[in-house]
């Protein structure tokens, strides 16, 4: 009997016309998000623990608590341009600062906020820090510099009972992460199908 139904019936005949209109949309989505990504971008991920240092009279739980909640403090100052400048003055890290420095102050804030992206693990004091970068090796020299940062100069937001650590080094994504071919290319397939769809059912 559902078979018989119009509307469902128009669609597969013409399931041809949806499978064009979708390949059509998700073309033309990863073309856009090459124009507004370019060149494509690896990220470089690593992860610090936020340490309260327990004081006389406070339990292990709060201590914990407090750890968490500092966390989430910090990663608003991570897109800072005070903690940016930190990050590049850090020795013994090669990066590459040319692109950057020839930009207006604005711009360049705009880019490190961009550029860097950091995240508190609810529940626990873990920072997760993510750098993208069109290079490997600068995607994790760069999340090196901002997590070597946290564990040096964090507490000068924080407060000096608050300890950092880097639990997880820098690791670097085989491929590309930015633009997201297959979700883009996901999503534009489905919004292009599903606008067919429609169109075809209204004039069916």
């Known amino acids: ?13 013409r399931w041809r016309l949806l499978v064009f209109a979708g390949a059509l949309v998700a073309f033309f989505s990863i073309l856009l ?20 240092k327990s004081r006389y009279g406070i339990d292990p739980y709060t201590a914990a608590k407090s750890a968490e909640q500092i966390s989430g403090s910090v990663v608003q100052i991570i897109g800072t341009n005070d903690f940016y400048e930190k990050v590049t003055a850090q020795g013994g890290r090669n990066l590459d600062l040319s692109k950057l420095n020839d930009l207006s102050e604005r711009k360049k804030r705009k880019v490190w906020r961009k550029m860097v992206d950091a995240s508190a693990v609810y529940g626990t004091g873990v920072l997760n820090i993510s750098v993208y970068h ?6 994790k020299e760069w999340a090196g510099a901002v997590a070597d940062t946290l564990v040096g100069s964090g507490w000068e937001y924080v407060g000096s009972d608050i300890g950092m650590k880097v639990v997880n080094t820098p690791v670097v994504t085989n491929w590309p992460v930015r633009p997201n071919f297959i979700l883009n290319l996901i999503l534009g397939f489905a919004v292009g199908a599903l606008a067919m769809a429609g169109a075809v059912v209204k004039r069916g």
């Open 1 to 13: 009997m559902f078979l018989t139904h119009t509307p469902f019936r128009l669609l597969i005949q």
């Open 33 to 52: 998000s090459l124009v507004f990504t370019f060149p494509p971008q690896y990220r470089a991920d690593a992860q610090v623990l936020v340490i309260a």
């Open 134 to 139: 069109k290079n490997k090796d600068q995607a």
